[in-house]
């Protein structure tokens, strides 16, 4: 797995070489799919296809709210106060530990996660 350039405060910077570690997911609807995450990644690029909303959340952070939770899907989306809502969109998140990923698209489409260390 390729890693990622560090400012002297430990963040990413510059730009991403390609991927050398790529899962996809593929939405024939709206519905969620949930994915390990490849040991040893630190990083994942989350990129969709077409016009769509996906909804993201990281499980078995250690000492997180949210443990092994699936994605939100958008026809029970509901406000959440409690801090473990699903993020709507991301796109480069540091994976802290996380072990799962789970998407939620609200229609059909084609998800990829470009891992990095």
Do not use: H, K
């Not at 990281?58 to 989306?77: D, E, H, L, S």
């Not at 998140?93 to 260390?117: E, K, P």
Request: glycine letters at 10%.
């Amino acid at each position: 797995m390729r890693s990622i350039g560090t400012s002297q405060f430990g963040w990413p910077v510059g730009s991403l070489p390609p991927s050398d570690t790529i899962n996809s997911m593929v939405f024939s609807g709206a519905s969620a799919i949930t994915q390990a995450i490849p040991a040893n990644a630190g990083f994942v690029l989350v990129s969709a296809s077409q016009n769509v909303d996906i909804m993201v959340i990281f499980g078995g952070i250690p000492g997180g709210a949210v443990a092994n939770t699936v994605a939100t899907t958008f026809a029970n989306a509901a406000n959440s106060a409690s801090g473990n809502a699903s993020e709507l969109n991301p796109l480069l998140r540091q994976l802290s530990g996380a072990t799962t990923i789970s998407v939620a698209a609200n229609a059909a489409c084609t998800v990829t996660l470009a891992y990095y260390n």
